[in-house]
Each structure stands twice: as C-alpha cells, then as structure tokens.
C-alpha cells in the first residue's frame, strides 16, 4: 500500500495496461466492479513479448474467508476472470465451463499479487487455459480452465465493451 491507502497496482516493466471500457466496469463486474477499495482492485496488463495476460490484484479485507486470509472463492473468481479475459485476448468469445483450481497457500488479506494466464490450446470451441496467483516466488493458487466458444449475441449489451478488449489482444 503507498501513503494514500491505496494499492500500488502497477505493471511490471515490458507490460502494457489493458484497457478495459469504464462501461463494463461500471456495470458491477464481480471482480473488477467494486468501487469501495474493501475488497478487490485489479489492474489487468499484457506482456508485449509474448502478449501474455497478467493483473496486478489487491485482495482487501471484505475478501476474508479464513481469519486474515483470502476466501478461495475470491481467488477463484480472479482467476476465472483473467484465464476468461486471456482466451478473450487471444480472439476467443468464451464462457467458462469448467474451472480446476488448486490452493497452494493461504493468501493474506491486503495483500497485492498477480495473476498470470494464458491459453494452453484451442481445439474446435475448447478453449483450454491456465493461471495462477503469486508473489514473487511465492505461489497461492492455481488453475485450469475449460472455456466454450459462444455467439457473440449470447453477451447481450455487454458484447460490444467485451469487443473492445478483444480487439486490444491482436494488436
């Protein structure tokens, strides 16, 4: 945390931020969506070498599961979202259908880590990927997801804020 009590989420070096449209943030997105700064405030980046997909993650105290730690739904839920955003990235228009995630350590509340993802492969509308949460060497989660290609329609009035995203990852 820097002096103003807010969490220091910036990007490594060789990261480029991941500019999202303030719509869909405005729209109350379980991760991204809380503006009260109690429980998560991600920042999400790509790796220009290899457009890998990264955020930076302030788990707060209204995140607590276990007495001073993250609950691993909230973990879960960062991870479902960047591996979502990671496929999204790579071209895919996907929903997860199945998420496998393994909690190595306990992760303590007020805490800034990041969550790395990325697409291990694509077969028809399987979109397979995988991510973890960490901190330095230190690694608190992770997973593997299966995501489905869908029709872009299937996103109602969020598609077009989700294109704009998309559209980031093939630049």
Do not use: C
Request: no cysteine; charged share 25%; proline share 4%.
């Amino acid at each position: 945390m820097n002096k103003s009590n807010k969490p220091d989420l910036k990007g490594d070096p060789g990261w480029k931020e991941v500019n999202y449209p303030e719509e869909y943030r405005k729209q109350r997105s379980f991760v991204i969506g809380d503006h009260s700064g109690d429980r998560l405030t991600v920042r999400y980046f790509t790796r220009e070498s290899d457009n890998r997909f990264f955020g930076k993650v302030y788990f707060g105290v209204a995140t607590q599961g276990p007495p001073g730690h993250a609950h691993g739904g909230s973990m879960a839920a960062v991870l479902d979202e960047a591996m979502g955003f990671a496929a999204w990235l790579a071209g895919q228009t996907v929903v997860a259908a199945k998420i496998i995630v393994e909690y190595i350590e306990m992760l303590p509340v007020n805490s800034v880590v990041t969550v790395e993802a990325w697409v291990e492969s694509i077969d028809g509308r399987k979109v397979v990927t995988k991510g973890k949460i960490y901190s330095g060497d230190l690694v608190y989660s992770t997973s593997e997801g299966l995501f489905i290609n869908v029709p872009a329609e299937k996103f109602g009035d969020m598609a077009h804020y989700l294109y704009k995203v998309k559209e980031q990852g093939r630049k």
